[in-house]
């Protein structure tokens, strides 16, 4: 237990994942209320939209009423994703709410790589010197490098650990090359093939090979291991998590059914909480956002501790102290 | 991850714990349905029922119908539950189609053994020896200690490893002076207030004094922790689990809402196929158990592989061998 981090940091991509996945339509109005009382949880990080093609991604069409709409958070950043140069510069003109972040990005499944993009390895990787071009042209930080489908793939099956580790090394080299430094690479597990042991197996060699790497997991919970995947992570020592309040959203590419969004927000600040571990998060209010998720949705969603309840407020009733 | 255990041991509890809870009613063909198809996915004991009075759990009213309807399985157990005098004589009625097995057991919460049983922690304790002297005059083996409420309680709060460590010597103690050797301890999380953290905490230090003692996890999921709680003490190399098919179930006597069942039998399978863990159950035929259970319940039920799949077919849609 000693590798527990002591504090984490929380990517809440509940808004962006969810309001791509719904059927809606969800009002503008009410995309806004949900993020903007996100930010008043706590958290550090909203993702509130995608720029992506409204034809596509119907759900996404008023990202740029919805980022007008918010009000500024001291201390909270509220981010956008984007997948090309028009989606960009969609975002460059929302500077001034949003905090732009770069992010460079390979595949650890070549088949999904296809499916999602429609381009083969070398042509991703050929995209990345471009894409930091791009972030230069525009005086915006390359910050994250992500691998998507780390750890399988519906459409590849298992992912050989050596690769992850090959291609997390090659996306740190095509950052140095261009004179940018990441400050965390992603993890993804697109499609939740992961479990707890291979999540300590990834992160262990990517340890071994990048000692001084920050890691982040961004994790599915389509086959009910998200929080004990988590769980592994925080074990070796991993500190940033993306996530989705209430377990909004899924991945509409992934093409199987009963696909589930990203681990539960709440779920995890409360083990998190329970365990000593700081997230900065209110947790009752950040429940409050869980409940408004479903009314905005109008359908249960899958974030357990919203329904059974937190602990804090039986020791308030008994007059007891957290004992971790 | 090397303490990992080769293979466990599932008790299944769905058709107990979830019709017990289920406000029904159901038919009791469709219960036998369930049970006698849990019994044919490999799993080595399912627990079938529960003799208690039909007034307070209307839907045990035809637990003896539900025993007579069994055929029986080689190799699988099918128990049931009781909770006095009466209800193990009921059971001993169905000597023939049962495994019965006695079962010793101590609360970690005072507050909550007052309103679940109505006794102090002494009358607790002194009925000890009396249960262990019926089973004997009836010639039924003594094989389970339980320590109820072992990782906290909504009356009660945190509940101190110490007092858990003592519970498990005075039980064990308790077996002996009556002649009997208990073959493993459980213990319940009954109100969900166990994180893998305090798991790790309580199974370590049990291990500590008692380090051959067999140890089992009862978890509930009712606040998103149940399958990372049972990682937890995997990594223990706890190798015993109560678990129940779609999470069925809850209990009745917590008084929280939002009350979920035990962890999911199909989610650990899963879990534990992928880690590379033995269960000796055929996840395909056990989803099939949770969708039948969903359909005679008639709602969702929370597990979530039955939902988002299993990875089986995708390695062999791919002619791919796991690698674990």
């Known amino acids: 237990m000693s590798d527990l981090p002591k504090h984490i940091h929380i990517n809440e991509e509940g808004p962006r994942e969810g309001f791509q996945i719904e059927p809606g339509p969800i009002p503008t109005a009410r995309k806004i209320e949900l993020s903007q009382r996100l930010a008043w949880t706590g958290l550090g990080h909203v993702q509130v939209a995608s720029f992506v093609n409204p034809k596509a ?14 009000d500024p958070v001291p201390g909270v950043e509220f981010t956008a994703l984007w997948l090309n140069q028009r989606g960009f510069e969609r975002a460059l003109t929302h500077a001034d709410r949003l905090t732009l972040n770069g992010s460079l990005n390979l595949y650890a499944s070549d088949a999904f790589l296809k499916r999602n993009q429609n381009r083969t390895p070398d042509q991703q990787r050929a995209a990345q010197p471009e894409l930091i071009e791009m972030y230069r042209a525009a005086g915006v930080p390359v910050k994250r490098g992500f691998i998507t489908a ?4 519906n459409f590849e099956g298992d992912i050989p650990v050596d690769r992850v580790v090959c291609l997390v090394g090659e996306l740190l080299d095509i950052a140095e090359a261009g004179g940018e430094s990441i400050d965390h690479m992603g993890l993804g597990d697109t499609m939740a093939w992961a479990t707890p042991s291979s999540i300590k197996r990834v992160v262990g060699a990517i340890r071994e090979a990048h000692p001084h790497l920050r890691l982040l997991l961004h994790l599915h919970d389509t086959r009910g291991l998200g929080i004990a995947n988590a769980y592994a992570g925080l074990e070796m020592g991993v500190d940033m998590f993306d996530t989705a309040v209430a377990g909004l959203g899924g991945c509409p590419f992934a093409e199987h059914k009963g696909a589930a969004g990203n681990v539960c927000t709440e779920d995890l600040v409360f083990m998190c909480n329970e365990m000593g571990i700081e997230t900065g998060v209110d947790l009752d209010a950040l429940i409050d956002c869980a409940k408004l998720a479903e009314d905005i949705v109008g359908h249960p969603l899958p974030g357990a501790v919203a329904q059974g309840g937190a602990l804090e407020r039986y020791r308030e009733a008994l007059g007891h102290v957290r004992c971790v």
């Open 57 to 70: 991604v119907p759900g996404m069409a008023d990202a740029d009423d919805v980022i007008d709409g918010l």
């Open 150 to 153: 780390a750890f399988g793939c």
